[in-house]
């Protein structure tokens, strides 16, 4: 859900200048956000999962539990969750230059519930068996998880810039004609 708000929220930056008379680029603009959303965004949920699976479940379950195909499914579906939003978001206000914000902020609360429902447990670092067995636990903040998570935000963050700048140059060059 969260991947669907950046991609609802990507939109929402260039809604304005996307709703002008120019030549369709709307095909275009969907592959910047895939692009962000499979080379950005999917794989910083695998990177995540990969490093601390039990922490990534929120220690609910083991994730030596679960299926093996399950986290790859989940990465690819956070990968293509950010052109979904952007192309939903797009198709809801064909025609129309304001931005409907149910399409980002939605998604966003629905994204974010589970981390602030959960976030006693994120704020921890271990395994499965360490956070019940209430052994060997770390803080969030300044553990290496910790300073993972910062760097994947900081680099999401540089990328949806990088991917907002394509966007801002699409729309230069269909508002020239070129």
């Not at 293509?80 to 998604?107: D, E, H, K, M």
């Not at 959960?118 to 910790?146: K, N």
């Not at 910062?150 to 060059?173: E, I, N, P, Q, Y």
């Amino acid at each position: 859900m969260i991947g669907f708000a950046l991609g609802a929220g990507l939109f929402w930056s260039v809604a304005r200048e996307l709703a002008r008379p120019i030549r369709p680029i709307s095909g275009p603009a969907v592959l910047i956000a895939a692009v962000l959303g499979l080379c950005a965004y999917a794989p910083a949920v695998a990177l995540v999962i990969s490093a601390e699976p039990d922490w990534a479940y929120a220690y609910v379950i083991a994730a030596d539990q679960l299926p093996r195909w399950l986290s790859p499914c989940l990465v690819l579906l956070a990968g293509i969750g950010v052109p979904t939003g952007f192309a939903a978001a797009l198709r809801a206000s064909r025609g129309r230059p304001a931005f409907n914000q149910a399409w980002f902020w939605l998604p966003l609360v629905l994204g974010l519930g589970p981390l602030l429902l959960f976030a006693r447990r994120l704020g921890l670092q271990g395994t499965f068996e360490q956070y019940h067995g209430d052994f060997g636990v770390q803080l969030l903040v300044g553990g290496p998880l910790g300073y993972l998570l910062l760097w994947l935000l900081l680099a999401l963050a540089g990328a949806t810039w990088l991917a907002r700048r394509c966007l801002d140059f699409l729309v230069l060059g269909g508002a020239d004609g070129s």
